[in-house]
């Protein structure tokens, strides 16, 4: 049966990537390069550092460390300054009714998300309530794709992996979720997320009842 179900974040629960997309954006504008929306997709469930350093590789850049820490740090200031401003609107259709099925259901919830800046847009929307467990990028030590959040939120939950799962909108994420043995569900295009078990558009197309059956089909 079903224990638990793992949540990512950003572009999952809330409508988060656009914010990202900017604040790498107006970094990358006073580095002197274009970014992308197309680029910003292989930034999508990435670490901060991770992230830089793809943006400099698509700028041809490179820096030390010191001077890395310190674009990293901007790049989050105007980010944060973004996300300070976030309410309950910013929630993504669908998902706060979920959240609150799976919790009428007996369902354990967890958050996996690779942000360090998680716990302040889940209080700022008013979704830290609906988490039996959180585990964000200040408690994990390796990034997407590597399962290991996905694995700490299922101990958390005192769950085992195939009891579990995840929902994702990045790659790095979907794999994670199966290195970490967990059944998948894709939230967003088919084209990018086609190693999922299951996609789906949104979480307005997800509810207990389907998830049963998908569960029990995979
Ligand atoms: C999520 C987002 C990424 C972001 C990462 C770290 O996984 O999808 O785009 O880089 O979190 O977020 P942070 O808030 O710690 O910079
Ligand atoms: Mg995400």
Known sequence: TIKACLFDLDGVLVDTAKYH?????????????????KDNE????????????ILLEIGGLSFDDAKKAELAQSKNDRYVEYITKMDSSEILP???????ECRSA???VALGSASKNAMMILDNTGLTPYFDAIIDGNKTSAAKPDP???????QA????????????DAEAGIEA????????????????????????????EMNTQRLGEFFASK
């Open 106 to 108: 007996g369902i354990k």
């Open 21 to 37: 997309y900017i604040a790498w954006k107006e970094l990358a504008d006073s580095l002197g390069f274009t970014f992308t929306e």
């Open 177 to 204: 979720a199966q290195r970490a043995g967990m059944r998948s569900v894709g939230i967003g295009s088919p084209e990018t997320l086609g190693a999922a078990d299951l996609v789906i558009a949104s979480l307005e």
């Open 157 to 168: 939950l005192e769950a085992r992996p195939e009891e579990c799962i995840v929902f994702e």
């Open 94 to 100: 669908g998902a706060l009714d979920f959240l609150k």
């Open 42 to 53: 292989r930034l999508k469930g990435v670490s901060r550092m991770a992230s830089l350093d």
């Open 148 to 154: 290991e959040v996905f694995l700490l939120g299922a």
